[in-house]
């Protein structure tokens, strides 16, 4: 079974490129390696880096194409050191040692981007443009420019382009530094979070939905909490729970997500790759403490936007983070995927080796197993830089049980 350990480009500048592959792909035993050739803002402990705390800005590892970007409006940020096309040199070291390289990634997630242009960002149900690090995967010029990133990405010589934030944003991750002091509860949270800027909204009503009905429904109950009333008795349960024009709207929003990742997918397949679309539902439920409540991942990934079963059928490769400490929950979540997908693509199940989700070597071996037992195709690591040694150390033991 293949198995990635993901990693930043400033984890291989610091130690060293043959150094990190003689862990990755030696002592630890993955077969790949994913690195991020376009991530986002982000400030990190890295517990075995020169910079025990590490500053990351929005922007790619590698020299924009003219033929991809010359003339786009919206183009990525450029890393320092990209000229050095630490990628290209990565991917000769892996592929002498008989290795995959992934490349990873963020593609509709990004602040810089979001900031230059707020037309192109997610409108929230009041008109507000206040989510700048959520790009709409309806907007025209998003989805030309996730086109261009993805095959970019691709012409590096990996042998996937590992997707992420290929999908709607929430609204608790809009930006680095938020507030508020207002109880807002799980419904009124996803009515903040829904884009109704002109393109989700003329794809909504083609779809023969009353986007205007809908906004009229999602401003009314968030007005109502806003002004202090209570908040809704319950989350927003199923998709089938919600008012029915906000149900239909959200319906209508898979499609939009299901389309991009298709068109991604063929952008990538053309320079030669292939694409694995990231699913970050399991992430939002389990990131803070490993403890996901409620629905399984799968049931939930409307929320932002995703159809498992309809985006399975467009891509080839699907990962789902299972960032849960029981072993049950593990095989669950990769479970309700593998059902979803049913054989249409391969299913990664991505682990985090330490906390909070995992305790032991042991603990590790437990759920890398249940994921496997329940259908996953591969068995990832979430990462090399974000952890100490010794709980990366617990990544052999997994893989040989």
């Known amino acids: 079974m293949r198995s990635a350990l993901y990693a930043f480009v400033e984890d291989l500048r610091a130690e060293g490129v043959a150094p990190v592959l003689d862990r990755v792909l030696g002592a630890y035993g993955c077969d790949t390696l994913t690195v991020a050739a376009a991530y986002h803002r982000a400030r990190d402990v890295t517990p075995h880096g020169p910079a025990r705390v590490t500053l990351r800005q929005d922007g790619v590892h590698f020299t924009l194409a003219a ?7 919206l183009t990525p940020p450029v890393q320092p050191g990209a000229d050095l096309e630490p990628l290209r040199e990565l991917r000769r070291a892996t592929a002498e040692r008989g290795a995959a390289l992934h490349g990873w990634t963020v ?7 979001g900031l230059a242009h707020p037309d192109v960002t997610q409108e929230n149900c009041f008109g507000d443009r206040a989510a700048p690090a959520d790009l709409c995967p309806a907007h025209p010029d998003v ?8 095959r970019s990405v ?41 884009c109704f800027c002109p393109h989700c909204t003329r794809h909504a009503e083609a779809q023969g939905v009353d986007a205007a009905k809908a906004r009229a429904v999602a401003v009314e109950a968030t007005a109502r909490v806003l002004d202090g009333s209570a908040l809704a008795p319950a989350g927003p349960g ?19 997500v299901t389309s991009l990742a298709g068109t991604v997918a063929d952008a990538v397949a053309s320079e030669g790759s292939e694409l694995v679309f990231l699913d970050l539902t399991g992430a939002a439920k389990g990131y803070a403490d490993g403890l996901p409540t409620g629905a399984l991942a799968a ?39 593998r059902a979803a997908l049913a054989d249409t693509c391969a299913l990664r199940t991505v682990l985090r080796p330490g906390a909070p989700d995992t305790g032991s070597a042991a603990a590790l071996a437990e759920k890398t197993a249940a994921a496997r037992a329940a259908g996953a195709d591969a068995v990832d690591f979430y990462h090399y830089g974000l952890v100490p040694f010794p709980v990366l150390e617990r990544i052999p033991a997994a893989l040989d049980r």
């Open 67 to 73: 033929d991809l970007f010359d003339g786009a409006r």
């Open 107 to 113: 593609f509709l997630h990004n602040t810089t981007l």
């Open 143 to 150: 989805r030309a420019y996730a086109v261009a990133l993805a």
């Open 154 to 194: 691709a012409r590096l010589g990996v042998e996937a382009v590992v997707a992420e934030s290929l999908h709607y944003g929430t609204f608790g991750h809009g930006y680095h530094h938020e507030r508020s002091f207002v109880p807002l509860g799980p419904l009124e949270q996803f009515l903040l979070g829904l």
């Open 238 to 256: 199923g998709l089938d729970d919600l008012p029915e024009p906000i149900a239909a709207y959200a319906r209508a929003r898979r499609s939009t």
């Open 299 to 337: 049931e939930d990934a409307w929320l932002i936007g995703v159809d498992p079963a309809a985006v399975g059928a467009v891509v080839p490769g699907y990962a789902l983070l299972a960032y849960a400490r029981d072993p049950a929950r593990v095989a669950a979540d990769t479970a309700a995927y």
